[in-house]
């Protein structure tokens, strides 16, 4: 039997110039419905589709409307409001997709106002995920008046996605230290999206990394490690009390150069990082190896074989491609301090708690990418400086053992092939005199 529910707020009152029509709401092959009552005028007023109804010769003061499971409580929701104005509508959604669901029988019933000002709420009101999910889904379903809703969601601008881009990258990039309250978490998340934005993953990029792009990291690059310079070359003259914070600021400055090492390679500029790094090592060492830092700074000096461990691979892979003279520069500056580092970092972690220490990981990356740079040079430079490796006092790490084997093993083959080449040569003329 079928369950009938009448809405009597809305019950028309006996007027002799305006029908009292009858809705008739029914779930599709299902018996349950739902009874509304109207003035013909207010149908008339706020629905095209009804209107259309109540105008037809044949037209009835019986009015039935089937609707689906899903969307029978959206139908009884604008029914049931129906004959309120508008605006009114808007207090009476819990939520977005109740404001979702009455915009789509909005559409079906045609009831302009009230599917603006649907449209009107959801383009205003914040989305969760799976709410934005349904929108984008549904809405282009439903026709120009509901486009607006799209807006948020609609691809930009080329340039306008550019310019947001930069000004990422400006703060990215900047010189300035952190802001209270907020530290580095502003900063940080400006550099996780401008790897998102740059960099193609799954899906193709939102930004090309075109000559303005690199252009613009390019002037970054510069004036972060200007700014570092600047600040290791007053390191000096500070008093004990002041070193903590220039610590503090240096590590601000090296952990932005940190991050440019991760992005610079996908974009083609690493080599740009790694030929200012090089020209800055001997500086870098001068200054940290100071009888005055001897005993502090133990975050600073950790952090710098860190970033150098990251030039060193990127170079002995040859990922970044220097000549012989500057691959063989930056191995004779920073391989005796790697090797002098190591078990000092060991020690200071024993006695106070250090957290940062070279971890098993880190002295891997390190010693094979020491070994990959050594075998690449020419053999003469391959020599010198295995021969101080051997000389030092700290062979254990990094162990170039590796490299040692190939180059005697090279300089035996070569040795061989130099011998081979001078029989021949004097079998050659001694073949050539014989005939004659």
């Known amino acids: 039997m079928d369950e009938a529910t009448v809405d009597q707020s809305s019950k028309a009152k006996d007027d002799h110039n305006i029908k009292e029509i009858t809705v008739y709401l029914r779930i599709n092959e299902q018996g349950t419905h739902k009874l509304f009552f109207f003035k013909s005028s207010v149908l008339i007023a706020k629905s ?18 089937h609707c689906s499971v899903l969307d029978y409580d959206h139908y009884v929701h604008l029914l049931s409001h129906l004959h309120l104005p ?20 909005a559409v079906s019933l045609q009831c302009e106002e009230i599917a603006k000002a649907c449209v009107d709420y959801l383009e205003a009101v914040p989305w969760e995920d799976k709410e934005e999910e349904e929108i984008i889904r549904i809405v282009p379903q439903l026709g120009n008046i509901a486009s607006p809703i ?10 306008l996605t550019k310019n947001v881009f930069l000004a990422a990258v400006r703060y990215a990039m900047s010189i300035n230290p952190p802001c209270p ?44 490690f200007s700014l570092f310079e600047k600040e290791l070359s007053s390191l000096l003259s500070y008093s004990d009390i002041s070193l903590e914070t220039s610590e503090n600021n240096l590590l601000h400055n090296l952990g932005g150069l940190e991050w440019l090492c991760n992005l610079l390679p ?15 090592s001997i500086f870098i060492i001068s200054v940290i190896e100071n009888p005055k830092l ?15 461990a990251k030039v060193l691979d990127i170079v002995g892979y040859g990922n970044v491609i220097l000549p012989p003279v500057c691959r063989v520069q930056l191995l004779k500056i920073w391989l005796p301090y790697i090797q002098k580092m190591k078990p000092i970092l060991d020690s200071v972690g024993d006695k106070t708690g250090f957290p940062f220490r070279m971890d098993e990981d880190l002295c891997q990356s390190i010693q094979g990418a020491i070994v990959s740079l050594i075998v690449a040079l020419p053999s003469n430079d391959q020599a010198d400086i295995l021969a101080n490796w051997m000389e ?32 021949g040569l004097s079998n050659g003329s001694f ?3 014989s005939s004659s």
Not at 266 to 280: A, P
């Open 266 to 280: 996908k974009i083609n500029l690493m080599g740009d990082f790694v030929s200012k790094w090089v020209d800055l």
């Open 150 to 159: 799209l807006a948020r969601v609609k691809p930009l601008d080329p340039n």
């Open 181 to 224: 309250p907020f530290g580095d978490e502003i900063r940080i998340s400006a550099q996780e999206q401008i790897e998102y934005m740059l960099v193609e993953d799954e899906e193709t990029p939102l930004v090309a990394a075109d000559d303005q792009v690199k252009s613009e990291i390019k002037n970054g690059l510069s004036q972060m």
């Open 392 to 423: 030092s006092k700290q062979l254990e790490y990094p162990d170039l053992t590796e490299a040692f084997e190939i180059w005697c093993y090279r300089t035996k083959s070569s040795n061989r092939r130099l011998a081979e080449g001078l029989d």
């Open 431 to 433: 073949s050539s005199n």
């Open 86 to 105: 508008s605006n009114s509508l808007v207090d009476s959604w819990k939520s977005v997709n109740s404001a979702l669901g009455v915009l789509k029988v």
């Open 294 to 308: 001897e005993s502090v700074m133990w975050s600073l000096k950790f952090k710098l074989i860190e970033i150098t």
């Open 48 to 65: 095209e589709f009804f209107a259309n109804k109540l105008s037809s010769p044949n037209a009835s003061s019986c009015i039935e409307i």
